[in-house]
């Protein structure tokens, strides 16, 4: 079953497109949603990556990470209440904001309106409601992103 998500997700392709060598599409979706709800995708995840770091003789748990974040256009088809408005970029649709650690191995992702700043991404990507209240965009101005965005915050100037 992990080889096919693996070979789903370096492909991009759908489930419906699955190869024949693979068993019938709608039992390995039906296994991988019951895996995603149990919690089970973000544990494979993490044991991995603690795999890989004591591999590369690190510690288990990363004691570092790196944080950035991406303006992306989103189509004519992405709801308007997901969508917003990157001044600095120049670019109407959603951003997406990442932590990873000092190898590069994903630890964190969001995904909110383009609109949402990085100050207030960042503190709610790494659980800083101190970072929040000091922020200094968190004025009368502040909005909140759509229910549906992990990563709440407020908007840039």
């Known amino acids: 079953m992990l080889d096919v998500i693996r070979y789903l997700v370096a492909d991009g392709i759908s489930w ?5 060598d693979f068993p019938a599409w709608g039992r390995v979706y039906a296994f991988f949603c019951r895996w995603r709800e149990h919690g089970l995708i973000a544990e494979f995840h993490d044991r991995l990556r603690g795999k890989v770091r004591k591999r590369e003789n690190r510690q288990i748990e990363p004691t570092a990470g790196i944080i950035d974040a991406q303006s992306v256009r989103a189509a004519a088809t992405v709801p308007a209440a997901s969508r917003g408005y990157d001044g ?52 009368p101005t502040a909005a909140t992103p759509a229910a549906s965005s992990p990563g709440a915050g407020t908007n840039s100037p």
């Open 16 to 20: 419906r497109a699955l190869s024949a």
């Open 88 to 139: 600095g970029k120049k670019v109407p649709g959603r951003k997406r904001h990442i932590v990873t650690d000092c190898l590069g191995l994903l630890l964190v992702v969001a995904v909110t309106a383009a609109n949402i700043g990085d100050w207030n991404a960042a503190a709610s990507l790494l659980g800083c409601a101190a970072c929040t209240a000091t922020s200094p965009w968190s004025g």
